[in-house]
């Protein structure tokens, strides 16, 4: 056990074959040895946004932690946050291995699917939404890059959308969006200041607390995956039909499960925590 562990500990990407060949061990010994007696498994590195440095793991719990507080000490607040950011929808997306699986007796050959890329034909998607629904969506027209200029054009629509569909909080509302140049650059933030708009502040690369990640393109896409939809418009068509089966019990409860997020975030204070149990 000791020879294994101190081969083990030269470098932990070993297979059992090589480990056996270095310790003039059978492989069925060793593997015996890893899995019962040191109690390791080998697993697979999760794919993160970024290694964050130790300044933006702070970053996140002093964000995460001013957000509760201020709900703490405000109940109503995130009523009134609308939060939003963009996605392609593209006019084929492969299913993924889980959602191509079959039911199959043992006697049945295998599945197998061709293995196949995301179509050319794309159109990106805007949406702000809030704990209560929708509130504006549109599609980039194709060719257009969502730059400062653009964003700028889009914001003034959502302000003129809140106030003519959601008088409850025209007055009061907050913006939530993550940290994309299009978002921050200085023409926004003065167009934001000079309508009073406060936004709410979201730590760098972290999608595990960003609504649209981690709730509704999740939710949006799985319904899209696997269809031809032939056109721009047919791909805008059914991206709209799933958005609009999406109840507002969806909505409500993605913001409970956002305030779970920044709890947790605070309590671990780990970099990411994307598939853990909440």
Known sequence: MARVK???DTDWRLQVRLIAEEVGLPKTDVHHIIT???HMRKICAKLVPKNLSDEKKDNR???SRKILDRVKSEPDFLQGVITGDETWIFEYDPTTKRQSSEWQTSESPRPKNARMSKSRVKSM???FFYSKGIVHKEFVPPGQTVNQTFYLQVLERLRNR?????GEIADKWFL???NAPSHTSFAVREFLAQNKITTLPHPPYS????PCDFFLFPKLKPHLKG???GTVEDVQAAATRALNNTSSEDFLHCYEEWQQRWNRCIRSQEAYFEGDKL
Do not use: G, K, N, Y
Not at 162 to 166: A, E, I, Y
């Open 6 to 8: 101190v081969v083990l």
């Open 36 to 38: 019962e007696d040191l």
């Open 61 to 63: 719990v002093s964000v």
């Open 125 to 127: 998607l805007i949406i």
């Open 162 to 166: 809140v106030r003519r569909v959601r």
């Open 176 to 178: 939530h969006h993550d």
């Open 207 to 210: 999608p595990d607390l960003a």
């Open 227 to 229: 269809h031809h939809f």
